[in-house]
């Protein structure tokens, strides 16, 4: 038994589809850049149209590019166009004023976000079961660019406007009142119930309506005599009446807008109070939306492409009938002329769901409703099924329908009860993010502010400043490969949002990169711009934080300074190696933490490190380029510098997931303090005295191994003490006197550091060498060479090597209790 | 960003050349020649680059931050010349790595775009710093890239001449797009490098010194002699 929570009417969806105007030749815009495929523009154009909700339009889904400037429209599809009923069905007054509301309703949704239907007719109002209408079809004419980006004219000729014929062929303009002249049309025909002009040529049909133009008396009157039905007219209701003049009035400026018309007394018993959404991360809750639907039904096997190919709709012809018969010097090229009627499909093909249905058979209402707060025994007994999240990889996770359902129900629920349900959104997100919400997740794991909105709209996008030629010169090289990103409004909104940043944030600068950093936050919130800068503006201090300052040289030298005392602590035998070989990460590096991956590697790849990341502090990045050395690994063990960096000139083929897994690991096993630094943002972590400070720039870069703190120390003797092993290297005779309890006592000055061998060590060679994943701390004070030492460990390849900041000293004040004297112990 | 030098072990690098067996038997040399690329972002270095080692074309070539390293080997006459390259970071602010990177270069192509003057303004800033704090025997090559969109030109061809001339540039106007140019300036810089000069030299001038692989002496980006 199918759930009746999928089987619903109106959660159904259709594709249509039609070609792009092609560029001519090769031609270059004015930057030199080729020109935008139309088919790309189009794409970023009609994103919008995915926000439009409201009860009396069909819901887009998606735009699908396909071969040759291919276009496909997925949209919400259902009930029955209303040009099926006329002739059939009588229409009441009442009914009529219904779907006027309705209509006009609609329409003013569209207006007032300036899009102009401009192809409206009975064939693009769908009458749903409860006899409620939803306008389809409506951005065809708003995604094109008002026809500019098709070679077809769109039109439907009985329901144009008269000035649309007298406008010149490419004048390409919309005005909202060629809207009303249709709904007048439209009016008309259901009230003389018949189609106008049903038996005229096309030719005749123009003539008719242009010869409104000398029509002395009222448009209507005139159609009703033309077609037999000036009875009709004259006993038509005079507030219908007026409605439909005003409608048909040829000067367009006469004609009244959508706004104006729903203010007719006529409409009064259907006007509602409207609500508005409160929530801000996420919209008006619902259990799942269409939009949710769609995607499981494609990662169910839903196939647009094929549907349409069963269809008939998309043919492919053998590759030798499309080559051109002429090719000119200037790559003109002739003879190659598609057939026009192929350009633009009217059919609509109606998507199947039998088989997600199927699918989804057997899931139970409940798991609709996913418990939140309460755990029984009884309700666990309607807990979703248990999935092992850890073992499955992610690429399956993410197309498997049923647990997307799961995870998807799950999150949305969360989201919606944000931000009091941000620590279970912070948990849940451990396992992985679903896709489809990565949006909202992200904003919410960044806790935006709920005015984001507001602040946005205020802060200044366009007083042009010095650093606009550098934004212009990098946006269209910023992930071009992105459909959405490449597109004309991908550029225009990327634009803004850096011109945004640099306004609002006057203690830093536009940094090349700022724009790979902004893109993911783009692609994620395209339809909403502020959100996107939102979370551009609460990452940059908590993971980026000062790195964008005008002189940032302090900044970047202590986390590349950082990251190569990671390497050492995790493996030293390849930081000996880069070491040798004089492989700095000053040299590779800098693209890697400045834009935190995002300047280094394609989209997808930078989600799945972000999901993580953004459960992380600012060390992760870090980690994460340690994962990357550590795939190499082998490579760069056996290589010199030459081949070493040429590595890294193209980022090669790096396994991201286990990179992920990889980061962390090492983010979970390494002590905080190991990758504290002096420029992070102090907001984000909570500090004691006994943390490490004031180090300068020039003691890190020195040091090779990390320094640990004493409050990590202390924790660590306390609870994990089988994981450490200290080093005391003060004299015999301190360490007699006062030490940590467990520690061992290798005085810094016995030691030969001369040849790097552990044997050096004598007694205690062996223990070290056993040392395996333990972390070696070194424990000095005041009057011990704090880095000859660590450093010797480091060259024989001991691993997690570190030094207690504040040596011995600071462990008296902090917690005496750890600490033990020989004497007594004898 | 301001970086010190990490290479401050590193001994004079003049120019570095060094014998080797060819897989035939033959003798031959192999030099190689650490060259940088500077110039205003946007002006096409990286598509010069990658045009040169890849023969490839990118339209939406990704920007650079910090540096890129590519080698590419190229044949004159019984020389192989492998060249080092260190692609550069234009936007001013990556400035201060520059010197980084040009320090021990023994050639440089300055990049600037026909298209736009302020680009070659530009160049000619990078020339006199060049000239000031680079090895002074560089050889530097100024490159007047997009050829290709000559029709839109600010920078007339004479008046870079004219400026190469006046400082001792090699000159030529490129397209990374149509590959005009883009191997004859590497292979102009190659001709002009000093081993020609010096070719007799090789052994004792001093200059030339051979290193067997893994040798530890001199390892700073570019200085990898095999
Ligand atoms: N028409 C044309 N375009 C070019 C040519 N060379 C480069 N371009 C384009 O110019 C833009 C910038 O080229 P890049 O190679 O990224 O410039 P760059 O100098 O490396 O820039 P930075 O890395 O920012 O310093 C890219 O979009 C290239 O496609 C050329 O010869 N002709
Ligand atoms: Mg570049």
């Not at chain 1, 000067?251 to 018993?269: G, V, W, Y």
């Not at chain 1, 069963?310 to 090719?327: E, T, Y």
């Amino acid at each position: 038994m199918t759930l009746s929570v999928f089987v619903n009417p109106e959660l159904q969806f259709s594709a249509t589809t039609f070609f792009a105007k092609q560029h001519k030749g090769e031609t270059c815009g004015a930057n030199g850049l080729p020109l935008t495929p139309n088919s790309i523009i189009l794409f970023g154009k009609a994103q919008f149209l995915k926000t439009l909700k409201n009860p009396y339009l069909c819901e887009y889904l998606d735009i699908i590019r396909g071969k040759h400037e291919r276009t496909i429209v997925v949209s919400q599809f259902c009930g029955k166009p209303l040009s099926e009923y006329l002739g059939k069905k009588i229409f009441s007054d009442s009914d009529i004023i219904k779907i006027a509301f309705q209509l006009l309703t609609a329409l003013s949704v569209l207006h007032k976000n300036k899009i102009v239907h401009r192809n409206l007719s009975t064939e693009s109002i769908l009458v749903q079961n409860s006899g409620d209408i939803k306008l389809f079809n409506y951005g065809f004419h708003y995604m094109t660019n008002n026809g500019q980006l098709v070679s077809f004219p769109i039109i439907k000729l009985s329901y144009a406007a008269p000035e649309i014929y007298l406008s010149p062929l490419k004048s390409h303009i919309a005005n909202s009142k060629m809207d009303i002249w249709s709904v007048g049309i439209i009016l008309v025909e259901l009230i003389l119930n018949k189609s106008l002009w049903s038996s005229l040529k096309l030719s005749q049909k123009i003539r008719k309506i242009l010869s409104f133009y000398q029509c002395g008396t009222s448009v209507f009157e005139k159609i009703a005599r033309e077609h037999n039905c000036f009875d009709v007219y004259q006993n038509l209701s005079a507030e219908l009446k007026h409605i439909i003049e005003q409608c048909l009035q040829i000067d367009p400026r006469s004609r009244p807008t959508c706004e104006d018309l729903l203010k007719n007394e006529i409409f009064k018993e259907f006007k509602v109070v409207q609500r508005n959404n409160p929530s801000k991360v996420c919209e008006k809750y619902q259990i799942f939306t269409l939009k949710e639907l769609y995607h499981w039904w494609k990662l169910a096997g839903g196939d647009i492409i094929l549907e349409l190919k069963k269809q008939g709709l998309i043919r492919s012809s053998p590759p030798i009938l499309s080559m051109p018969c002429l090719v000119m010097l200037d790559g003109t090229v002739l003879g190659q002329g598609r057939n026009p009627a192929t350009l633009y499909e009217s059919k609509i093909v109606q998507m199947s769901l039998d088989t997600l249905y199927q699918r989804f058979k057997h899931i139970h209402l409940n798991f609709c409703y996913p418990l939140l707060h309460c755990k029984s025994d009884i309700i666990a007994a309607f807990d979703p099924p248990h999935y092992d999240t850890k073992a499955l990889p992610l690429i399956i996770k993410e197309k498997d329908p049923e647990y997307q359902f799961h995870r998807i129900i799950l999150f949305r629920r969360l989201l919606h009860g944000y931000p009091y349900t941000r620590d279970m959104i912070r948990k849940e997100v451990e396992k992985d993010i679903p896709p489809l919400l990565r949006g909202e997740i992200w904003a919410a794991l960044l806790d935006i502010q709920p005015d984001y909105e507001e602040i946005y709209a205020m802060i200044d996008k366009e007083t042009v400043t010095t650093t606009d030629r550098q934004i212009e010169v990098d946006i269209p090289r910023c992930h071009q490969y992105n459909e959405l990103l490449s597109s004309s409004e991908g550029h225009i909104k990327l634009r803004r949002i850096l011109k945004a940043w640099v306004h609002q944030n006057t203690q830093y600068v536009y940094w090349q990169g700022l724009d790979s950093l902004t893109a993911p936050f783009l692609y994620l919130n395209f339809n909403d711009e502020a959100k996107a800068f939102a979370c551009l503006s609460e990452f940059v201090p908590k993971y980026v934080h000062k790195f964008f300052l005008k002189d940032n040289s302090a900044v970047i030298k202590e986390y590349l300074a950082k990251f190569s005392q990671l390497i050492a602590y995790h493996d030293p035998e390849l930081a000996n190696h880069l070491c040798d070989i004089n492989f700095y990460p000053e040299l590779f590096a800098i693209p890697w933490f400045l834009t935190v991956f995002s300047h280094v590697f394609p989209l997808y790849k930078i989600l799945h490190v972000w999901d993580n990341l953004l459960s992380g502090d600012s060390s992760f990045p870090l980690h994460i380029g340690l994962s990357v050395l550590t795939q190499l690994r082998s490579k760069l063990l056996t290589a010199g510098f030459n081949d070493c960096i040429l590595l890294f000139s193209d980022l090669p083929e790096v396994d991201i997931e286990k990179s992920i897994n990889y980061s962390n690991d090492t983010f979970k096993n390494t002590p905080r303090s190991i990758t504290t630094r002096e420029h992070q943002n102090e907001e984000y972590y909570k500090t004691t005295e006994y943390d490490i400070s004031g180090v300068t720039l020039n003691d890190l870069t020195r040091e090779r191994c990390p320094r640990i703190s004493a409050t990590d120390v202390v924790d660590m003797i306390r609870n994990t003490p089988e994981k450490i092993l200290l080093v005391d290297i003060r004299n015999p005779l301190q360490y007699s006197r006062c030490s940590v309890r467990n520690s061992i006592n290798i005085p810094c000055s016995s030691v030969t550091y001369g040849e790097h061998s552990i044997e050096n060590l004598g007694q205690y060679a062996q223990i070290l060498k056993n040392s395996g994943d333990k972390i070696v701390i070194v424990i000095g004070s005041t009057d011990t060479d704090l880095e000859l030492f660590p450093k010797f460990l480091l060259n024989c390849n001991i691993k997690k090597v570190c030094v207690l900041h504040g040596g011995f000293n600071i462990l008296i004040s902090v917690t005496p209790t750890v600490l033990v004297s020989q004497k007594f112990e004898a | 960003m301001e970086h010190t030098e990490p290479h401050s072990t590193e001994p004079e690098m003049a120019n570095r050349q060094g014998a080797a067996q060819r897989p035939n038997g033959a003798q031959g040399k192999i030099c190689q020649f650490k060259l940088v690329l500077l110039g205003e972002s946007a002006v096409g270095k990286s598509s010069l680059v990658l045009r040169f080692v890849k023969g490839q074309f990118h339209e939406y070539q990704e920007s650079t931050i910090g540096a890129a390293f590519l080698t590419q080997t190229v044949c004159l006459d019984d020389t192989t010349v492998k060249f080092e390259i260190w692609d550069t970071a234009g936007q001013e602010r990556y400035h201060s790595l520059a010197p980084m990177y040009y320090r021990g270069a023994q050639a440089a192509i300055v990049v600037y775009d026909i298209t736009n003057q302020d680009t070659f303004g530009r160049a000619k800033t990078w020339v006199k710093e060049l000239q000031r704090q680079a090895s002074p025997t560089i050889v530097i090559a100024l490159a007047g890239n997009k050829q290709d969109l000559a029709n839109k030109r600010m920078v007339e061809y004479e008046e870079a001449q004219t400026y190469a001339e006046e400082n001792g540039l090699l000159f030529m106007e490129t397209s990374a797009k149509t590959a005009l140019n883009v191997n004859d300036i590497f292979l102009a810089i190659a001709k002009k490098l000093p081993k020609y000069d010096q070719n007799q030299g090789q052994s004792g001038q001093g200059q030339g010194r051979r290193l067997a692989e893994g040798d530890q002496g001199a390892k700073t980006p570019g200085n990898c002699c095999k």
